[in-house]
């Protein structure tokens, strides 16, 4: 499962309009600004680790998570890994 959760890369992603097109920050309930499409879109192990092998970051949001281009051969054995992750945050 580490080996999984350190090699393979997964999307989050987030979508709002809580920015104008300057870049200013609004809120979604103010009609006097419109509002602009804002994707923050990042791909990585949720387990990242640093030149000497150690952690440095982990990443993980069921609420970000997006779809994955998980290789079909590995699939079913990432899942397990990651649900196991999951389970154990």
């Not at 030149?51 to 079909?72: L, N, W, Y």
């Amino acid at each position: 499962a580490y080996e999984l959760l350190t090699t393979v890369e997964i999307t989050h992603s987030s979508r709002n309009t809580l920015y104008t097109r300057e870049g200013a920050p609004r809120s979604v309930y103010d009609s006097s600004s419109a509002p602009a499409p804002f994707e923050l879109v990042h791909t990585h192990p949720v387990i990242q680790l640093d030149e000497h092998g150690r952690v440095d970051k982990v990443v993980q949001s069921e609420t970000k998570r997006g779809v994955c281009a998980i290789p079909f051969d590995i699939y079913d054995e990432f899942m397990e890994a990651y649900e196991l992750w999951t389970q154990l945050c």
